[in-house]
C-alpha cells in the first residue's frame, strides 16, 4: 500500500511507549500495534487527530506516500 505509517518514528522521537500513547488515545494497545505495523486499510480523523494531539504532530508526521514501483524495489533489494 503506498501509504506508509511511520508512527513508530513519532513514538521513538516523542520517547513515547505505545502503551502510554495507548492509553492516552483511547485505543487498545492491539489496534495501535496494528496502526503502527500499517496493518489497517483505513484510521477514523478523530483517532488521528487524538494521536496528532498526544504526539502534539501533524498527520503528515505520521503518514508518509510510497510509490508502489518503490516498495517493490525495496522489498527486492532486501
Given at each position: ?37 500499517g496493518k489497517v486499510n483505513g484510521v477514523r ?8 494531539r498526544a504526539l502534539e504532530c501533524q498527520p ?19
Amino acid at each position: 500500500m503506498p501509504i506508509v505509517m511511520r508512527l513508530d518514528v513519532m513514538l521513538a522521537k516523542r520517547r513515547m511507549r505505545s502503551k502510554t500513547l495507548a492509553q492516552i488515545v483511547g485505543v487498545t494497545e492491539a489496534n495501535l500495534s496494528l496502526l503502527k505495523s500499517g496493518k489497517v486499510n483505513g484510521v477514523r480523523f478523530s483517532t488521528l487527530a487524538a494521536i496528532c494531539r498526544a504526539l502534539e504532530c501533524q498527520p503528515g508526521d505520521l503518514l508518509e506516500y510510497v510509490p508502489d514501483e518503490q516498495i517493490e524495489a525495496q522489498q527486492k533489494a532486501g
